[in-house]
């Protein structure tokens, strides 16, 4: 049991526009390097394209162009995040990713109390760890997906 | 005790009862007096009750208990089969049904009790008709003498060809374990040589072991008796064997007893051997048809069939590298490689494919129940149900058919009065075929009714909104027909159940195309209209051309082209803005693949276009590509869940190189 409390407070933290974010360890399968991505006509915009993941295709989504941040060109630093939510695999982009980090419950400031400046309610809390705020997301929103 | 673990079994096999029951039932309602079907049904009401109530199901048990009274009193004769015993043995069938669905979905078959028609079996069990027995009996020594006489036939066509017919008798050891394995072997040992037409007992009560130590066969044979002999001689636990020549010896004797002199003494036991013959004729047609079968989790099968998808990816991939560095003594070995994948990739699909006749077979009883409800007279004729379709198809093509049958029926055959005035045969006929053609499976529905009525449609689309006056006036009557697919379209003038609530065809095309498959119409006035439906063979791998458009790769599926060719970039016209060309002596409209995709930084200008003609059904496109690189077997991947629906893209692929090609869904662009 204290097994899967400690991995509930557990975050993957990633860096998007020198901020650090958040998602539950849970929803993470693998972080990968960035390969060949596949563009995909007619889909929405923030979807970069398709990759192929050890014999599977993934689609991967441009998480800059989600939160409508500016665009900018990979880097060695950039990797994709590949996440099972809802049963469905799906890889996001971003600058970097690195660490794991334990946050527990009551460090997480609710964003009900705070302004919230961010037009869709994918911020589920701010959470401090040592000296870094990092923005706990709701990757669920984030995607727009409606849970079956 | 937890019987959870074998609910799994319970249901399959009880379906399978339930389905086989219903073909006999159909059968019996068209040849009462045949034994043999009601045997067959009989023995599965039978085997359900044992199942029902090893499970715990009481009603099905119940049921099924009554029937078997009823139907053992068909048996003897006290009842008389009329189509008021086969309704209420139908709706016995129905309430079955019901409860193994109820099983299905909630793991019990539900409270609701069947007393109703316990009652009706059991009042139709007591009302058996008295002087019935004399009738019967006689009845009896027809049947008898008809079936000796098959026999009796069987003999004299050996004997004209100069074949040689033995009575065998055989008594096993006592000491012997294994009774029916014993038999079985004599059995098999003789079927080499010889054909075995008559047996006491029958051959499936010797597979029970339902005898003692004694079974006469009555073969057919070129070989001499001694050779015979010899053959079983070697076979051990055999107390005595007896070879009589019937056409030199006692045959005649035989004879005698069948012309009704020695009736009385030999009839119980020809009767029953007789009705048992029947029976063991049915089960050997049975047993050649479904041979040998393991039942394996779909699942599984899917699993494995992810692994020979690999494997291909793989093949190609050594394919390229092959292309690239062209090493001694590897060409051969790719090939081979090749051949093993392809005959694995075909021994997995084949595996996967189900006979299309466990969807063609509910359709006899919906037919009967349909055409009961309207009045009208229909024969349903079936051809082709041993045609191989995916597993996959099967379990999605039941809706679509049932709902173009049940148009035929209502919309399709006219009624009584209607056809006798145009000279129609008053029975109304549904064709119901499939075939394999090529890549693909074609189903057809036809029907001999009055046709599509076009203006009719013209109009109804006009009512609903669907089309205005002008554009009415404008149209091609294929193009009126397809209105027909056009939701919220209805041309029924009286709303029934059966159909006419307007979503039918609608819901077919969405199916269909959704498996990869097309629908189309064939339809003349008074004569009758045929549904062609064009579905792939195999869903997951396929064949496809590679093209470059831009510096992008994209898969078109090889089913969908017609055609390739190259087109002057001075022979294109602009019609409205959309561009066509005069190809073959036909227009066909011109569309560039790179701006249907939005593929960025196309050159545009060319003197000549390579051009990739597509086909939907009748109609053409010409796709304009860059490049073409070629022909690949691609294994077909979904884009997922939250992915679905992009327009023009049906699913991915992975290429050799590990890159990821899209397939292009060219059936969109229509």
Same mark, same amino acid.
């Not at chain 2, 055989?170 to 029916?180: R, V």
């Not at chain 2, 509910?362 to 079936?382: A, G, W």
């Not at chain 2, 060319?606 to 496109?621: A, F, M, P, S």
């Given at each position: ?148 | ?186 059995? +098999? ?5 010889? $054909?075995? =037409? ?5 051959? %499936? /009560? *010797? @597979? &029970? ?93 899917? +699993? ?5 998808? $690999?494997? =291909? ?5 050594? %394919? /390229? *590298? @092959? &292309? ?347």
């Amino acid at each position: 049991m204290s097994n899967d409390t400690s991995a509930l407070n557990q975050y993957v933290i990633f860096k998007l526009q020198e901020e650090h974010y958040g998602i539950s360890i849970k929803d993470v399968e693998t972080i990968e390097k960035v390969s060949e991505i596949t563009r995909l006509p007619n889909s929405p915009s923030y979807v970069q394209g398709v990759i192929n993941l050890r014999g599977e295709v993934v689609p991967v989504i441009d998480l800059r162009k989600r939160f409508e941040m500016e665009i900018k060109e990979n880097t060695e630093e950039t990797r994709i995040i590949i996440l099972n939510i809802e049963e469905m695999i799906i890889g996001i982009v971003v600058d970097s990713s690195s660490e794991v980090l334990t946050i527990p419950v009551d460090t997480i400031d609710n964003t009900f109390d705070l302004v919230n400046t961010l037009e869709d309610d994918y911020v589920k809390g701010i959470g401090k760890v040592e000296d870094r705020m990092i923005i706990i997301l709701d990757m669920l929103k984030a995607l727009n997906i409606t849970a079956s | 005790m937890d019987m959870n673990q074998y609910l799994d079994i319970f249901m399959e096999e009880s379906r399978e009862h339930l389905q086989s029951m219903n073909d006999i039932l159909m059968k019996l309602e068209n040849a009462p007096q045949d034994m043999s079907f009601l045997n067959e049904i009989f023995r599965i009401a039978h085997t359900l009750k044992g199942m029902s109530g090893t499970m715990g199901f009481n009603n099905i048990a119940s049921l099924t208990h009554e029937m078997e009274n009823v139907l053992d009193s068909i048996r003897s004769g006290s009842i008389n089969v009329d189509s008021k015993v086969i309704d209420l043995l139908f709706e016995c069938f129905d309430k079955l049904e019901k409860y193994v669905n109820n099983v299905e979905q909630h793991n019990s078959e539900g409270n609701e009790g069947s007393d109703e028609l316990i009652d009706k079996l059991k009042s139709l069990n007591n009302t058996k008709v008295k002087n019935r027995d004399l009738v019967e009996e006689l009845k009896d020594n027809h049947m008898e003498i008809e079936i000796n006489q098959y026999v009796d036939h069987a003999i004299n066509k050996a004997t004209e060809k100069g074949l040689n017919v033995y009575l065998v008798k055989i008594h096993l050891d006592p000491k012997c374990m294994l009774k029916s394995a014993r038999a079985y072997i004599v059995i +098999n040992t003789l079927e080499k040589n010889c $054909e075995i =037409i008559h047996s006491t007992p029958s051959i %499936e /009560d *010797i @597979e &029970d072991e339902k005898f003692e130590f004694y079974f006469q066969l009555i073969l057919i044979s070129k070989q001499e008796k001694e050779v015979i002999h010899k053959e079983l001689a070697s076979i051990s636990e055999l107390e005595s064997i007896e070879c009589i020549d019937l056409i030199n010896e006692s045959y005649s004797v035989k004879r005698e007893t069948n012309n009704n002199d020695n009736l009385q003494e030999k009839e119980d036991t020809e009767k029953i051997a007789n009705t048992l013959l029947d029976k063991k004729e049915e089960t050997i047609s049975k047993k050649s048809k479904t041979g040998k079968t393991v039942r394996v989790d779909i699942d599984r099968l899917d +699993n494995l069939m992810n692994l020979v998808s $690999e494997l =291909i990816i793989i093949k190609t991939r050594l %394919e /390229d *590298i @092959e &292309d690239s560095e062209k090493k001694q003594g590897m060409n051969e070995t790719t090939e081979h490689l090749e051949r093993i994948t392809t005959s694995l990739h075909d021994a997995v699909m084949k595996v996967r494919m189900v006979p299309i006749e466990r969807v063609f077979n509910r359709f006899p009883r919906m037919v009967r129940d349909v055409s009961r409800e309207l009045n009208k007279e229909i024969s349903l004729i079936l051809s082709g149900e041993d045609t191989e379709v995916d597993r996959s198809v099967i379990d999605e093509i039941g809706d679509p058919l049932i709902h173009l049958i049940r148009n035929s029926i209502d919309h399709g055959i006219e009624d009584l009065e209607t056809r006798v005035q145009n000279n129609k045969d008053k029975k109304g006929t549904v064709k119901l075929a499939a075939y394999p053609d090529g890549n693909s499976v074609v189903i057809e529905v036809e029907d001999d009714g009055g046709g599509i009525d076009i203006e009719k449609v013209k109009h109804k689309a006009i009512e609903k909104g669907v089309i205005t006056i002008k554009q009415s006036e404008m149209m091609e009557e294929n193009e009126v027909i397809q209105l027909l697919f056009h939701s919220g379209f209805s041309t029924a003038q009286k709303v029934s159940d059966i159909s006419g609530r307007g979503v039918g065809l609608d819901v077919v095309k969405t199916k269909i195309e959704s498996l990869g498959g097309t629908v189309e119409v064939i339809t003349e006035k008074c004569k009758g209209s045929r549904f062609v439906i064009r579905l792939p063979l195999t869903l997951a791998i396929i064949q496809a051309l590679l093209v470059n458009v831009g510096s992008e790769k994209y898969a078109i599926p090889l089913n969908n082209i017609k055609e390739i060719t190259t087109i002057a970039t001075n022979s294109i016209r602009k019609v409205q803005k959309n561009e066509v060309v005069l190809f073959r002596n036909s227009t066909l409209p011109i569309l560039r693949l790179a701006k249907l995709l939005n593929v960025p930084n196309v050159e545009d200008e060319n003197d000549e276009y390579t051009v990739v003609i597509v086909k939907k059904g009748e109609k053409d496109i010409g796709l304009v590509v860059d490049d073409l690189i070629g022909q690949q077997e691609i294994v077909i991947k979904s884009l997922g869940k939250f992915l679905s629906n992009i327009k023009g893209i049906a699913g991915a692929t992975i290429l050799g190189n590990g890159s990821v090609a899209l397939i292009v869904d060219t059936n969109s662009f229509f």
